[in-house]
């Protein structure tokens, strides 16, 4: 018995994307939630300085947080995208070593 | 921020475990794991905080006047104390360290995107802003009282790290 490349192939198309189906939705809606806030955040911030209504007590401290805020949405998107891609990868070494052991019939060790 | 917006397409995903796939060759040929556990209680406390701090932004958001600070003081310090407690208990947990994670990080970076710092956690990252928020409201409050415009912005900026940590610590659960 052989391997079925094609077949393979297919099989790990389908459990990836089984996987980025609903990873990348919940990426998708976490960026635009974040983009909008911060973008709302900065215009409040800016007004707040013009008018005075951020006082001298909090303009710097408001002005740096901006900065933090943008620096972890980054990181938080990478952090989410590292675990999908965990997810990913487990779901195709799992069908790529399912179809040795079906092939072989030997009992590997994941 | 255009390959930012790009990094988290489908596509690139896909792309990002078909060049690891063939770059290492599926050596390891076992599961990985690129980041922390999930952490039920920790989910638990950051959903309940989550409640008091905006009911607390919701009492106070037409601003306050130093005046009627003491009045305040304690719960000020007990969502401080929460959140502090909740940094500790996110940063607590082992970080996975492997080849993989390297590549991973490697594919991450040439997308544009800033990569964690080596056992970097953002939720931790995310609620220790939030303590440092909610500190430097309590000290503005006590010595000035707050505007109107500087309560919408310290909710506003809990807010968005609140939503940082929420949703890492909720794709934690796989």
Redesign the interface.
């Known amino acids: 018995m052989e391997l079925d490349i094609t077949q393979l192939m297919k099989d790990i198309s389908t459990a990836?994307s089984a996987v980025?189906?609903k990873?990348?939705t919940?990426?998708?809606g976490?960026?635009d939630?974040?983009l909008k806030?911060?973008a709302?955040?900065s215009v409040?911030?800016t007004?707040?300085i013009a008018?005075g209504?951020?006082?001298e007590?909090?303009r710097e401290?408001?002005l740096d947080?901006l900065q933090?805020?943008v620096?972890?949405?980054?990181?938080?998107?990478?952090?989410?995208?590292?675990?999908?891609?965990?997810?990913?990868?487990?779901a195709?070494?799992?069908v790529?070593?399912d179809a040795i052991e079906k092939v072989t019939g030997i009992r590997?060790?994941? | 921020m255009a390959l930012l917006l790009t990094s988290v397409r489908r596509k690139s995903i896909v792309q990002i475990v078909l060049i690891l796939g063939i770059s290492l060759g599926f050596l390891t040929g076992c599961t990985v794991r690129l980041a922390p556990q999930h952490n039920q209680a920790l989910v638990a406390g950051l959903v309940e905080q989550n409640k008091a701090v905006m009911e607390f932004f919701a009492f106070y958001a037409w601003g306050t006047k130093a005046a009627s600070f003491p009045e305040r003081l304690p719960e000020y310090n007990r969502l401080i104390g929460n959140f502090d407690a909740l940094a500790l208990q996110a940063d607590a947990r082992p970080v996975p360290r492997n080849k993989i994670k390297t590549k991973v990080n490697e594919a991450l970076q040439k997308r544009g995107i800033p990569v964690l710092e080596e056992g970097e956690i953002p939720s931790a990252t995310a609620l220790r802003k939030i303590y440092e928020t909610l500190v430097k409201m309590r000290n503005t409050d006590q010595k000035q009282g707050l505007t109107l415009t500087e309560s919408q912005a310290f909710k506003g900026q809990v807010k968005i790290y609140l939503d940082q940590a929420l949703t890492y610590e909720n794709f934690l659960e796989r």
């Open positions: 990836v980025l189906g990873d990348v919940t990426i998708q976490f960026r939630r974040q806030a911060i709302q955040q409040l911030i007004a707040g008018t209504e951020i006082t007590e909090t401290f408001f947080s933090d805020m620096l972890n949405f980054l990181k938080t998107l990478q952090g989410v995208a590292q675990v999908t891609i965990e997810k990913a990868w487990n195709a070494v799992t790529i070593w590997l060790v994941g």
